[in-house]
């Protein structure tokens, strides 16, 4: 396959419209062919115990894609075992699609600060454009400058919504209707996550 692909990853715990409007706005400004969601079965910088499982934020992610045409959920680190790293995702992902295909890495701000952390962040940054959106609270600026001069910086709506905000909303029980697409609220509701 060739074209230009972006790939938006996280534990998703729940995606939220923050995740969406993400992926839209690098779909459209980064002129991408389509978006792939990649849940995190196990990420590195998160406790796995904490989260709820692979397979209910995978079901999440696909209510929310449905009827979206250019975003898709991709299992590829469900199917993996150990640590999500994303280099190895990044790599997967390039021998699967061909050396035709484009590889955009669509990240927050505040991942971009971690990024020096992560596994082998040269060999992300050599397998992928790297597109970086804001995020409330977090200044670009901060950023390892080796890191950033190999970025790409779009300006997006700034959502102050969190999954962590989320699903404190819902431990509160206050609504997330206008916070998550409404198929995940449901979702969220009659499995009765997060409580």
């Known amino acids: 396959m060739d074209g230009r692909i972006g790939i938006l990853g996280g534990t ?10 993400m992926a839209q706005e690098a779909l459209a400004r ?10 995190s079965a196990d990420p590195p910088h998160k406790r796995v115990a904490d989260l709820a499982s692979a397979e209910v934020r995978a079901g999440m992610v696909a209510l929310a894609l449905d009827g979206q045409p250019r975003f ?22 390039q021998c699967k699609l061909g050396s035709g295909t484009e590889l955009n890495l669509i990240i927050g701000v505040d ?8 596994c082998d962040p040269e060999g992300v ?5 790297v597109t970086v959106m804001g995020r409330p609270g977090f200044l670009p600026d901060d950023i390892d400058e080796r890191i950033a001069a190999r970025m790409c910086f779009l300006d997006s709506p700034l959502l102050e919504i969190s ?9 509160m029980g206050l609504p997330i209707r206008f916070w998550v697409p409404d198929s995940v609220a449901r979702f969220v509701e009659i499995h009765r996550l997060y409580r």
């Open 125 to 129: 940054l050599d397998l992928a454009r």
């Open 12 to 21: 998703f715990d729940p995606i939220h419209l923050g995740h969406l409007i």
């Open 30 to 39: 980064r002129r991408l062919d389509k978006v792939l969601f990649v849940p």
């Open 72 to 93: 898709e959920l991709c299992r590829i680190e469900l199917e993996r075992t150990g640590k999500s790293y994303t280099v190895e995702t990044l790599r997967q992902l």
């Open 163 to 171: 999954s962590t905000q989320v699903r404190a909303r819902v431990r």
């Open 111 to 118: 991942s971009a600060l971690e990024m020096s952390t992560w």
